[in-house]
């Protein structure tokens, strides 16, 4: 099984409005990644989660708050995002034993649209 | 970081046809992957090559790490190829998958 899940598929949001996107995956992966992508654009990485703790924030703006509960769920906490915010967010996972060397398998996605 | 460059941007195939996309890299890499985006926006592995070569049906791809390119092979194309293919690579320390801009294929019937 190579499948990772994110929900929701789609989301829209106000300014003002707290949401959350979740991804899973239960191949026993200890990588997990969220990235950005921009209409027409290829995606961009925001954050890496290395064996439940953050090793890389690529100077995401705090609107955007990741959190690993544990080793097979990856959140994304939204708060006061801003119209530029819309983007398809992806999410990834990788074995993480060795991760400069290892594939990313990526989840469907998360379709935001902040109004 | 590196960069990373696909060309064409841009191709329009008729079903049948065979194509090659290339990518090149500014520096050496130590993980390389092939992606399709379909058009639901879905990312779906197609190989991971650092080096050498790679078949999966009509699908193979080569990287030639010591002059830092990789090349796609698409034969037989159906309609079902239409999409976004990204190479994407990862180089020295750190843990980050930089991608190119992508080559925009549409597959004709």
């Known amino acids: 099984d190579t499948e990772v899940t994110q929900t929701p598929k789609h989301l829209v949001m106000g300014m003002t409005n707290k949401k959350s996107l979740k991804c899973e995956q239960h191949?026993?992966?200890?990588?997990m990644y969220w990235y950005k992508q921009k209409a027409k654009k290829p995606p961009e990485l925001m954050f890496v989660?290395?064996?439940?703790?953050?090793?890389i924030n690529e100077s995401v703006p705090s609107r955007f708050s990741p959190e690993c509960p544990n080793s097979s769920l990856l959140n994304l906490h939204l708060h006061a995002l801003q119209p530029e915010d819309s983007a398809l967010y992806l999410c990834?996972?990788?074995?993480?034993?060795?991760?400069?060397?290892?594939?990313?398998?990526f989840g469907p996605g998360t379709r935001l649209l902040v109004l | 970081g590196i960069q990373v460059e696909q060309s064409p941007p841009d191709l329009i195939l008729q079903e049948g046809a065979n194509s090659t996309l290339r990518c090149n890299f500014s520096?050496?890499?130590?993980?390389l992957q092939w992606f399709h985006q379909n058009p639901w926006g879905q990312l779906i592995n197609l190989f991971y090559?650092?080096?050498g070569t790679k078949q999966n049906g009509r699908l193979s791809a080569t990287t030639v790490a010591t002059e830092r390119y990789s090349l796609l092979y698409i034969s037989s194309s159906q309609t079902t190829d239409s999409g976004v293919y990204f190479c994407?690579?990862?180089?020295?320390?750190?843990?980050?998958?930089?991608f190119g801009a992508g080559t925009r294929l549409a597959v004709h019937p």
């Open positions: 990834a996972s990788s074995p993480g034993a060795r991760t400069l060397q290892e594939t990313q398998y």
């Open positions: 191949m026993g992966h200890r990588a």
């Open positions: 989660y290395s064996y439940e703790k953050l090793s």
């Open positions: 520096d050496s890499v130590n993980n």
């Open positions: 090559i650092p080096s």
């Open positions: 994407a690579g990862m180089s020295g320390g750190y843990n980050k998958l930089i």
